[in-house]
């Protein structure tokens, strides 16, 4: 065995020891604030004594071939995020978290995984940062890749400890530090719906609900009155949840599905694809109204089923944005990860999630928002403050802005619905040089930036 120590702090506050590949598998759900699933996580170490910093989680690709390339970029995203906060690792350890297909065959995975072990320790070796521990964790048991002994390390592995009998069990209840459970818990609260009734009722509810929202959305004064509307409506949604009585997550979120119909629904997820409303309704951040708030929009979420999987991205946004901002930082995550693989290209999420893992206080884009929820009370007429440009300055300084989408066209047959559904006047104009967005008319521009129908062809992030 590997024999060393890794500190839980840094200097001057109450630091836990670490010793050996059982302490550091244990620790790890209280690293990360969950039980990582089908999951490569790394985390640096600063210092003599070996102190945790930065950590990423990415899922494990599932193509043998594609381990070089993903090992490569992992070390090195690792490392200068690492640098630009904390300074240079001194060392990483590696975490490779899969459970076998069948629940009997652990050794096997861990097997199967080794090259990509070995691939991950290379990459860091050639940063020059040694990887002083890497773990499969797999059945509730843990090998190590790097203990050659199997006295102490054997072929069949160890038991990984009972859960809250450790001493970094302990001195997590005692910091107040909870687990949320797996990962795949978490995501599962926040995906559609597979219940083939369920589907076809709320997917019926957004077509016939988008048809009627798409003119209103691209005329100026009428979009203002659906996002008075949208909000109102979201706002009794909000009411009517907070009513109900708390219960474990399971049942609450049944319970919220349950008050909210699916044409209440279809209206508040189509208008929330306006960046303006959005914007204002991500001011419900804070104090009693940010657990209902997070509650509808996780509901939401769950209601983008079928072909409007790509909308989810706002609702999901939102309930990160709120995460983040009362402090659970794990929930943030994945929520944003989640909004990425609905968008790869959504703005607000990609920002969001950027700050989130680089570590800077969500004060400022509060500030913004509660500034900007003040000024339109003042001016019912006034647009509020995009949270995209907030966020862009405090992420990219001195970066050119991103361009951002004031409406999210509804997948309703394809393009050639799309085509149906497009105003007068509207003609598809030739794409500037190096743009893949087609361009519309002046007339509609300040309020409309059309996309393309369907299943997008980029790759959705995986990673936390």
Not at 146 to 156: E, I, K, T, V
Not at 297 to 311: D, F, I, K, M, S
Not at 400 to 408: A, E, F, N, Q
Request: glycine share 10%.
């Amino acid at each position: 065995m590997n024999k060393h120590h890794e500190s839980t702090g840094p200097a001057g506050e109450q630091q836990i020891t670490l010793r050996g590949p059982a302490d550091l598998a244990d620790a790890l759900p209280y690293l990360m604030g969950f039980y990582p699933n089908d999951s490569v996580v790394m985390v640096a170490l600063h210092g003599g004594q070996g102190r945790f910093g930065g950590r990423l989680r990415l899922g494990i690709p599932q193509a043998p071939g594609e381990w070089g390339p993903v090992a490569d970029q992992l070390a090195e995203c690792l490392v200068s995020g690492s640098e630009r906060r904390e300074g240079r690792p001194d060392a990483i350890v590696i975490f490779l978290c899969q459970d076998s297909p069948d629940g009997s065959s652990a050794r096997l995975t861990m097997e199967r995984l080794r090259p990509f072990a070995q691939r991950l320790r290379t990459a860091c070796g050639a940063l020059d940062v040694p990887v002083l521990e890497a773990l499969c964790i797999s059945d509730g048991r843990y090998w190590s890749y790097c203990c050659p002994d199997p006295r102490c390390c054997p072929d069949q592995g160890n038991p990984l400890a009972m859960p809250g009998t450790t001493v970094m069990a302990a001195a997590a209840t005692y910091a107040g530090v909870h687990v949320r459970g797996t990962l795949r818990d978490m995501e599962a609260r926040l995906q559609p719906w597979r219940t083939p009734a369920a589907v076809r009722a709320q997917e019926k509810a957004l077509d016939t609900a988008g048809p009627a929202l798409l003119p209103r959305l691209l005329d100026e004064r009428a979009r203002r009155e659906v996002a008075t509307e949208t909000l109102g409506l979201a706002r009794r949604l909000m009411d009517r949840i907070e009513e109900a009585q708390p219960a474990p997550p399971a049942l609450s979120d049944a319970g919220d599905d349950q008050v909210i119909g699916s044409d209440e629904a279809a209206a508040v997820i189509l208008g929330l694809q306006d960046r303006e409303t959005r914007d204002k309704a991500a001011a419900w951040m804070e104090g009693p109204e940010a657990q209902s708030a997070l509650r509808l929009w996780r509901t939401l979420a769950r209601r983008c089923v079928g072909p409007y999987g790509e909308h989810a991205a706002a609702p999901l946004t939102l309930a990160g944005w709120v995460s983040w901002s009362t402090g659970d930082e794990p929930g943030a995550r994945v929520a944003l990860s989640l909004a990425l693989r609905a968008d790869p290209d959504y703005t607000f999420a990609q920002l969001l999630h950027r700050a989130c893992n680089e570590g800077l206080d969500p004060e400022a884009l509060r500030r913004c928002l509660r500034e900007a929820a003040d000024a339109d009370e003042e001016q019912p007429g006034a647009d509020a403050g995009s949270g995209e440009a907030v966020a862009g300055s405090a992420t990219d300084r001195g970066a050119t802005p991103l361009r951002v989408r004031k409406i999210r066209p509804l997948p309703q047959g394809g393009r050639r619905r799309a085509r149906a559904l497009r105003p007068p006047g509207a003609e598809r104009h030739k794409a500037s040089p190096g743009s893949t967005r087609p361009r519309v008319p002046a007339a509609g521009r300040r309020t409309h930036e059309a996309r393309r129908y369907g299943r997008r062809g980029s790759r959705a992030r995986r990673h936390d």
